[in-house]
C-alpha cells in the first residue's frame, strides 16, 4: 500500500489525494510510512560519508569515521521524523483558522506524504557531489511544495482559495522547522558533538 501511494503521488497526486482522503489508512499507518521513508536519507548519508566520501569542490573527498557518520545518521533519522511530527501538529492547529476540522491522523497524513519528495531526495546522496544534492533537493523541495498545495484543500475539505493560505502558512512553519533543526545542529556541533574526520 505504501509503495502505491508512493507512485501515485507521482503519476496522479490530484487522484492519489482523493484515494488517500478516501482511505483515511490509522495512525500506525502513517507512523509506518514516514519510518520506512526517512530511512533513506539517513542510510545513504551514511554510506557516503563512510564508504564514498562527499565532494564538495576542489580538494579530496570528505570522509567520516563509522562511529561518527553513524551518531550523526541516527541523529538526521530521528530529526526526520520529528520534524514531520511537529509540522503535523502546527497543521492541525491551524487548521481551525481556515475552517477545517481534521483529526491530528489527516494532518499527519499530509505532512507525510508532502515530506515524502523531500526525503526520496536521499537517494541523491549515493553520488555524493554537492551540486548534483543540491538541485535534486530544489527539484524535491519544489514538488513536495506542489503536493502541498495539491493535497491541503483535499485533506482538509476546505475551499481552494483556502486552501491556498493554509498550505503557505504550513510551507512557513515547514522553513522555521528547518530553521529550527539547522540551529540545534549548529549548536550541538559547537558543544563537541561535531564530525569526526577520517583524514
Known amino acids: 500500500m505504501i509503495l502505491n501511494h508512493l507512485w501515485g503521488l507521482y503519476a496522479h497526486p490530484k487522484e492519489e489525494w482523493h484515494t488517500i ?9 502513517s507512523l509506518i510510512h514516514i519510518l520506512l521513508v526517512a530511512l533513506i536519507p539517513s542510510v545513504c548519508a551514511y554510506y557516503s560519508a563512510v564508504h564514498l566520501g562527499w565532494s564538495i569542490g576542489v580538494g579530496d573527498r570528505i570522509m567520516l569515521t563509522h562511529d561518527s557518520a553513524l551518531m550523526l545518521s541516527v541523529a538526521m533519522y530521528i530529526a526526520l521524523i520529528g520534524g514531520v511530527f511537529a509540522l503535523a501538529l502546527l497543521a492541525h492547529w491551524m487548521a481551525h483558522t481556515f475552517g477545517a476540522e481534521p483529526t491530528y491522523t489527516q494532518t499527519l497524513e499530509l505532512a507525510a506524504y508532502t515530506s515524502t519528495p523531500l526525503f526520496m531526495v536521499g537517494f541523491a546522496g549515493l553520488y555524493p557531489e554537492l551540486w ?4 535534486v533537493g530544489l527539484v524535491g523541495l519544489a514538488y513536495s511544495v506542489y503536493l502541498l498545495y495539491v493535497g491541503v484543500p483535499i485533506l482538509m475539505h476546505i475551499p481552494e482559495e483556502r ?5 503557505s502558512s504550513v510551507v512557513t512553519c515547514g522553513l522555521i522547522l528547518l530553521v529550527c533543526i539547522m540551529t540545534a545542529t549548529a549548536i550541538l556541533w559547537s558543544s563537541g558533538f561535531g564530525p569526526t574526520f577520517t583524514n
Open 163 to 167: 486552501g491556498f493560505i493554509y498550505a
Open 21 to 29: 482522503d478516501t482511505r483515511h489508512e490509522s495512525f500506525r499507518y
Open 132 to 135: 548534483v544534492v543540491m538541485t
